[in-house]
């Protein structure tokens, strides 16, 4: 998928903020993963989203399942 460069971006970005005391915005970065794996299903389509993040991330799995993308 050529969109799901997206997630590994708020991953880097999120991992950043947990490094440099900022868990607020990890928080929030986290939330932001679960929206971004939600919307990209929807418009990429499940199986190419877990093909590419499935293995990473269970959350993001059972949240694209669910189609819960608040």
Same mark, same amino acid.
């Given at each position: 998928?050529?969109? #799901?460069? %997206? $997630?590994? %971006? ?10 440099? #005391?900022?868990? %607020?915005? @990890? *928080?929030?970065?986290?939330?932001? $993963?679960?929206?971004?794996? @939600? *919307?990209?299903?929807?418009?990429? #389509?499940?199986? *190419?989203?877990?093909? *590419?993040?499935g293995?990473?991330?269970?959350? $993001?799995?059972?949240? $694209?399942?669910? #189609?819960?993308n608040?």
């Amino acid at each position: 998928m050529q969109q #799901g460069w %997206v $997630i590994d %971006v708020l991953a880097d970005l999120k991992s950043f903020a947990r490094q440099n #005391g900022l868990p %607020v915005l @990890a *928080e929030q970065l986290d939330d932001t $993963i679960l929206v971004a794996a @939600a *919307e990209l299903a929807k418009t990429s #389509g499940l199986a *190419e989203l877990e093909r *590419e993040h499935g293995g990473q991330d269970r959350t $993001i799995r059972n949240t $694209i399942a669910a #189609g819960d993308n608040a």
